[in-house]
């Protein structure tokens, strides 16, 4: 977990206003201790158990299988993140876009796949200058049309470009993102990038995680409808010879339900496939939205453990207006809501009590810019009350958009005291 040079200071929300800047190694010897109030409230914290179990678990879980990980790097945007991924054997890191993949390129990520098209002339440019600035890099990006393709060749013309891009073709599914949708639009494309001089068909890329319902046979049927079509479209490619090396990569896998496209990623097509898992989200996971669709995996799997949530939002009661409402000091530019409000988990005095979990009937119904509307039982004990100026922790859903609030999150052992910290470059 390493970025060298990176320097943590008061222009980083949840820093010490008043403090001088710190490096990583100089964080780790403050000895913040979040429960006694040493850091300002709101503040994103990663926990270091649970970060390295999930770690561990998804590193396990492609060995088992014969498959490699490129996680998605967009979710955290953290190059600190990044690499404790790459060290624990990640076969590269996945992003969405040329500007995040330059980020990712130049915190030495030696493979960059990108799950998205390009198509405008700037990102070219940019994705032509950045394998110039990074010698050994390779890169991968999508392509799902013709037209796709005739745009490249008239950039590459334009610019006298005389080199080639690795490309995956994308097979999608109707109603849902970007990708070919039937066999013949797949069967052109393939056959266009093929004979193009400036492209060269690596393998075949889909995306299921948004079809995911938590039903396992719906969810299994849409699978096995998606993954058939690639294996035929694989075989056809092969058998025209338009695939430009002898292994082919074929990937898939967002983090809600990776394991049924894990069984397909290696088919027995007469030649080496590496077969890819894209799934991003898995290392910090969350609370809520991800944590029910990991159920149904441990289900599919007979497994009584998974992942587990890794990453909290600390806040302080700071006003309780009238009964029944307590006021915390986080909002919307600090926690995601796009799928799921925050869920409170647990409280303490702000003065280094222990974390104790929070009464049953608390929960957070609304969110402002900068408050979140903590509700509870105004007729229960005073002990399972809201008090002012204390700490509330809230599990998140999603956590792309939570890491996307902050610029640097605190990693804070299991009585949270700051033992290091990562930084993010959204």
């Known amino acids: 977990m390493t970025t060298p040079g990176a320097v943590f200071g008061h222009h980083l929300k949840g820093f010490p206003t008043g ?69 624990a054997g990640a076969w590269g890191i996945s992003f969405a876009t040329v500007f995040q993949a330059a980020i990712g390129a130049r915190h030495g990520v030696p493979v960059l796949l990108i799950a998205n098209q390009v198509v405008q002339r ?53 109603g849902q993102r970007t990708g070919t949708r039937t066999a013949e639009e797949a069967r052109r494309t393939a056959a266009r990038i093929a004979a193009s001089p400036v492209l060269q068909l690596a393998g075949i890329e889909c995306y299921e995680g948004t079809t995911a319902y938590c039903d396992h046979a719906r969810d299994r049927a849409t699978v096995q409808g998606l993954m058939d079509r690639v294996e035929a479209t694989a075989r056809k490619a092969i058998a025209r010879g338009w695939f430009a090396h002898e292994e082919i990569v ?36 969350d609370h809520q939205r991800y944590t029910r669709y990991l159920c149904c995996v441990g289900e599919r799997l007979n497994l009584k453990e998974t992942l587990k949530p890794a990453l909290e939002v600390l806040a302080c009661v700071q006003s309780q207006p009238e009964p029944g409402l307590a006021l915390l000091s986080m909002g919307k530019r600090d926690v995601a809501y796009d799928l799921d409000l ?11 009590g222990a974390p104790l979990a929070v009464p049953a009937h608390w929960r957070i119904d609304a969110l402002n810019d900068q408050h979140a509307y ?53």
């Open 19 to 87: 403090g001088a800047p710190l490096t990583r190694e100089q964080i780790r010897a403050q000895g913040w201790q979040l429960l006694r109030g040493d850091l300002a409230l709101p503040l994103a914290v990663v926990r270091r158990r649970e970060l390295m179990h999930n770690l561990h678990w998804m590193r396990d879980f492609c060995a088992q299988r014969g498959l490699f990980l490129a996680p998605h790097g967009k979710t955290s945007m953290s190059p600190e993140l990044w690499q404790l991924q790459l060290d």
């Open 122 to 174: 700037a990102e070219l440019d940019a994705l032509a200058g950045l394998h110039t600035e990074c010698p050994g890099l390779r890169s991968m990006f999508l392509v799902d049309s013709v037209g796709q393709v005739d745009a490249i060749e008239a950039w590459a013309a334009d610019r006298a470009f005389c080199g080639h891009f690795e490309v995956l073709l994308e097979l999608g599914i109707a």
């Open 250 to 285: 074929l990937t898939a896998g967002g983090s809600a339900i990776f394991d049924l496209v894990a069984e397909r990623l290696l088919p027995d097509l007469g030649r080496p496939v590496r077969g890819v898992l894209r799934s991003g989200c898995y290392l910090t996971h």
């Open 342 to 352: 925050p869920q409170p988990l647990w409280r303490s005095d702000g003065h280094g």
């Open 374 to 426: 903590l509700r509870y039982d105004a007729a229960a004990p005073l002990a399972e009350r809201p008090r002012l100026g204390e700490t509330v922790a809230s599990g998140i859903s999603h956590p792309c958009t939570t890491f996307d609030k902050w610029r640097w999150l605190p990693v804070v052992d299991e009585g949270y005291q700051v033992v290091d910290a990562v930084t993010t470059w959204f």
